[in-house]
């Protein structure tokens, strides 16, 4: 075999977020959680992890690039990741390239990685769950394992909890499983992203100064000091857990938006109790909050769920594309964009409900009269720093176009 070859693959897999929450580990190393939970998974579109992965005799060590800049794989959950990808690695033959590796090739040659976001990560979106699902589904493919998603989400889960959910679109649930090796701890899908088309999802990404507390380390400390989170482990999420499965099942909105918010009030109310509290919500969560509750309330029946993660970032589910840019005007109207920022820039993703919330091509959104509900009708500019509008999607691919590939074929670095 000769030794200029390099053989690669590339993959996108998207984001997701949490309708029932994750909070807390029972195992550290593995990544175990004390419940499960459940995802709805978002359009890769507008939200989505690529990653090339490539093998060659030539490479010296395994070496990743993130969004251009070279880090360390030295870290506990990368090397967990690598070791149990190789360890179900198979023969692969590319009788084109002539090329053949055999089973035990794989634990000598080295990987190289490239990876990047199509969101900014800066935004504080969780990137690590579509990272994590990537680089083990771009290595699944490119090793020819045989495990199907399920069980490549058990390796995924190593990386970061929330990445094991990242291998299917449309609902998935996280089973936390009760064996001590963590076999049985895995994600799977409860309907495919066809199953519920109505909803329409818009992230209100909220400006903040303040650093966050990183989901691992609040998680920890809420497992050491919240009472709190025991009771939610033990007696609310599992019946939750099974009303939310139902309510999906059934596309019941009204079930489904009360245990979303519910749920998400809960894991920031942990947060609270957790000593030292955290507080990841901030002023302009709490106002968006309030302006969904009191629109629910106006129209007799939920119009939108809310859901917040370790951060002040609004995920909002419409229960259709009326409501969304009905939710869309509202939101203009009480979070304008800074003087100086046009509309195109302020809504990203699917700009195609600008035209349905009659705002396309508006030049100022000062025109835009209050909601009846809201009396006060305070404005905010500036408080958010942009809308992503997109939809529940499918789970991770193969691309197959060399062209999208973020490593060069002849060298194996960077393009
Ligand atoms: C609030 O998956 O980021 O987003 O497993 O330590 O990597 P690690 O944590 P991570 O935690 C996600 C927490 C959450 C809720 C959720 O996604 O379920």
């Known amino acids: 075999m000769g030794e200029k070859w390099v053989l690669m693959k590339t993959a996108q897999t998207p984001t997701n977020i949490a309708v029932i929450k994750y909070w807390g580990k029972r195992d550290e190393t593995l990544i175990l959680p004390v419940n499960d939970s459940i995802s709805v998974t978002l359009d890769p579109a507008h939200l989505c992890t690529t990653t090339t992965v490539a093998v060659s005799p030539a490479f010296q060590q395994d070496r990743m690039w993130l969004n251009g800049k070279e880090i360390s794989l030295s870290g506990g959950r990368y090397q967990n990741c690598l070791r149990e990808i190789r360890k179900r690695a198979r023969e692969v033959e590319n009788k084109e390239k002539g ?16 990876s990047y976001n199509n969101f900014p990560t800066a935004a504080g979106l969780a990137s690590s769950a579509a990272g994590f699902a990537c680089l083990v589904f771009a290595l699944a493919k490119l090793m020819n394992v045989e495990e199907d998603e399920s069980q490549l989400s058990a390796i995924a889960r190593q990386g970061s909890g929330s990445a094991c959910r990242s291998l299917f679109g449309g609902f998935v649930k996280w089973i936390m499983g009760k064996e001590e090796d963590g076999s049985d701890s895995l994600a799977v899908q409860l309907v495919d992203e066809k199953h519920w088309d109505d909803l329409f999802i818009i992230i209100a990404v909220v400006s903040s100064r303040q650093k ?22 033990k007696e609310v999420v599992p019946k939750r857990t099974l009303q939310m499965e139902e309510a999906i099942k059934n596309r019941d909105f009204a079930s489904f938006a009360k245990l979303t918010c519910a749920d998400s009030n809960q894991f920031h109310a942990v947060c609270l109790d957790t000593s030292p509290p955290i507080f990841y919500m901030n002023d302009t969560s709490h106002r968006i909050i309030s302006h969904v509750e009191k629109w629910n309330r106006s129209e007799g029946s939920p119009q939108v769920a809310y859901t917040f993660d370790a951060g002040p970032n609004a995920v909002l589910i419409a229960r259709d594309r009326k409501a969304a840019a009905q939710l869309l005007k509202r939101l203009l109207f009480s979070f304008p964009p800074n003087s100086d920022a046009d509309l195109d820039s302020y809504i990203i993703g699917d700009k195609t409900i600008l035209k349905e919330a009659g705002v396309e091509g508006m030049k100022d959104v000062e025109a835009l009269t209050p909601p009846p509900e809201n009396g006060a009708a305070q404005k905010y500019p500036g408080d958010v720093n942009y809308f992503i509008c997109t939809r529940p999607g499918k789970g991770p691919i193969l691309l197959s176009n060399e062209n999208l590939a973020l490593l060069d074929p002849e060298t194996g670095l960077p393009k």
Request: hydrophobic share 35%.
């Open 212 to 233: 966050e507390t990183s989901s691992t380390s609040g998680m920890r400390e809420s497992v050491e000091t919240s009472l709190l989170l025991q009771h939610r482990a």
């Open 99 to 114: 090329i053949k590796i055999e089973k035990e090739d794989w634990e000598k040659l080295h990987l190289h990685i490239a």
